[in-house]
């Protein structure tokens, strides 16, 4: 935390206002470093007549992650400016405090597809179980975008209850939703998503098999064993390393052999370290 007087805190919430971008964020990075000392200089800054200056204050109370600014950023999620709404509820997720939950959950009914997004986002780094219900409703929002926050909120939150609800979105349109879907169950780790990652393991887009892969090693339930041994033959040099690494996780000695044949013959630096790796997690 950095040593300035009041003189330069209030130069440099002046210099937020600068018609230099670069100006602006340096100031808003060196008020970060300030820590708990620019709270308040910054709180009085939400009140400006500028927008940028706004949103820059927003980050910045967020970064410094300071209490006292869960109040007024609440107010700034009614803000003129989307812009500065939607700073306000990244900061209040950045916080984590449980009075942002019912303010956010009111934004996942916005008509800005960003606002919902956001807000989505903000309550997963919250954690707090009072979203759980809107959030599983988020899982059918008309935007991808909505969708795929709403999965990684749930996937923050852990709770098995969203399972089945994740499961049906395995299937999305959307690449990035079904790779948030994906990554969500390997976070709750119930052996009831394990078929339908298996499935998702012939996705067409590398990325969701590879995040299929991983929650399986997070679950390490035993029916993954023989689809993940049969994705070390994957065409993508990411699914086969994520392969290797869930069955290093799963532990199952019956991998060594494919494991160490795939270290024979693949090419992919990658690979070879995630093979390496899960032998040793065996005991081989």
């Known amino acids: 935390m950095a040593t300035i007087n009041q003189d330069s805190i209030i130069s440099l919430i002046n210099a937020l206002d600068s018609n230099d971008y670069d100006d602006q964020q340096a100031a808003a990075i060196q008020l970060i470093e300030v820590g708990a000392n620019a709270v308040q200089p910054l709180i009085e800054a939400l009140k400006h007549k500028s927008w940028r200056v706004r949103y820059l204050a927003a980050w910045a109370l967020g970064e410094i992650g300071n209490e006292a600014a869960v109040e007024p950023l609440i107010a700034m999620l009614h803000d003129r400016s989307t812009d500065v709404q939607d700073w306000a509820a990244k900061a209040l997720g950045e916080i984590g405090d449980s009075r942002a939950v019912a303010p956010l959950l009111q934004l996942l009914s916005d008509d800005n597809p960003s606002t919902r997004r956001n807000a989505a986002s903000a309550l997963g780094w919250i954690g707090d179980e009072r979203a759980l219900p809107t959030l599983i409703e988020k899982l059918l929002d008309v935007d991808d975008t909505v969708r795929s926050s709403a999965a990684a909120a749930l996937g923050n939150l852990g709770s098995k209850h969203a399972v089945s609800a994740l499961l049906s979105i395995l299937h999305d349109n959307d690449e990035w939703v079904r790779i948030r879907a994906a990554k969500a169950l390997g976070k709750i780790a119930d052996y009831r998503a394990t078929p339908g990652l298996i499935e998702a393991l012939s996705d067409g887009r590398e990325w969701v098999r590879y995040n299929a892969a991983w929650a399986m090693g997070q679950i390490r339930d035993g029916r993954a064993f023989d689809p993940l041994c049969r994705a070390l033959g994957d065409e993508s ?40 790796t899960a032998l040793k997690e065996i005991g081989h």
Request: proline share 5%.
């Open 237 to 276: 040099a990411n699914v086969r390393r994520g392969a290797a690494e869930a069955l290093g996780k799963i532990g199952d000695p019956r991998a060594i052999e494919p494991l160490k044949a795939l270290l024979l013959s693949d090419q992919d630096d990658s690979v070879k370290t995630a093979l390496h």
